[in-house]
């Protein structure tokens, strides 16, 4: 059965500092999805990684995966206000014909002035 | 339509009751997927369907049933409501062959 673990699950940051979050997975697979979250809201496809060595940038944010690690990372570069949100990873456990992903607990991120 | 609508937005249901969350879709996608969203819990997958006519179980299947009359609707059944069924549903879209899963807005359920 896979499991996706993420950490921290509470992070508070201060504007213009970098930081990381990880998500930690149980079994083989090379696609794994970042969602962002506002609190009361809907998920929102950030990145999609499909392959070992994938890395995706968008503005602050940069996610990568290391497939033989079973580790995806979500870097968050000189942070800003705007990027406070819930992130989660989703791994897909690739069973074939469906597309069961499995999510994280999610890492509600909290950036301060 | 544009994108995925849910209905309703929330509702407060007496446990023993049936209750039908419907989705909608106009992206064309052959999946659909309904996912529960409890605190601490991320979000654990119901149900899912690849194509019309065809449904699969999740992670978290007891309680609920789903049909696929068609490729737009995927509506989501409880047929007698638990307290421990109270969560936010959301319904997702996309293509079993990979991809990112697109969402809707989501169903506030308390079952008292």
């Known amino acids: 059965e896979l499991k996706v673990e993420q950490n921290p699950l509470f992070l508070s940051m201060q504007e213009g500092k970098n930081y990381t979050i990880y998500c930690n997975y149980s079994?083989?697979?090379?696609?794994l999805y970042w969602y962002r979250q506002d609190p009361g809201k809907s998920l929102e496809s950030l990145f999609v990684?499909?392959?070992?060595?994938a890395v995706k940038q968008e503005g602050r944010l940069m996610a990568s995966l290391d497939t033989k690690a079973r580790l995806s990372t979500l870097h968050i570069t000189a942070a800003v206000h705007d990027l406070s949100a819930t992130y989660f990873c989703?791994?897909?456990?690739?069973?074939?014909?469906?597309?069961?992903?499995?999510f994280g607990q999610g890492t509600r991120l909290t950036i301060n002035p | 339509i544009a994108g995925i609508t849910q209905a309703p937005t929330s509702q407060i249901l007496a446990a023993g009751r049936r209750m039908t969350l419907r989705c909608t879709q106009d992206?064309?996608?052959?999946?659909m997927y309904w996912y529960r969203q409890d605190l601490g819990l991320g979000l654990r997958l119901i149900h899912y369907s690849n194509t019309a006519g065809t449904t699969g179980k999740g992670e978290v299947p007891d309680g609920y049933s789903v049909s696929r009359a068609n490729t737009d609707d995927f509506p989501l059944t409880l047929a007698s409501a638990v307290p421990s069924q109270t969560s936010v549903y959301f319904c997702?879209?996309?293509?079993?062959?990979?991809?990112?899963?697109?969402f809707g807005p989501g169903t506030r359920l308390t079952v008292l």
């Open positions: 997702a879209s996309g293509f079993p062959a990979g991809g990112p899963q697109f």
């Open positions: 079994t083989t697979s090379d696609r």
């Open positions: 989703a791994v897909d456990p690739l069973i074939q014909g469906a597309q069961k992903l499995v």
């Open positions: 992206m064309r996608h052959n999946a």
């Open positions: 990684l499909l392959s070992n060595g």
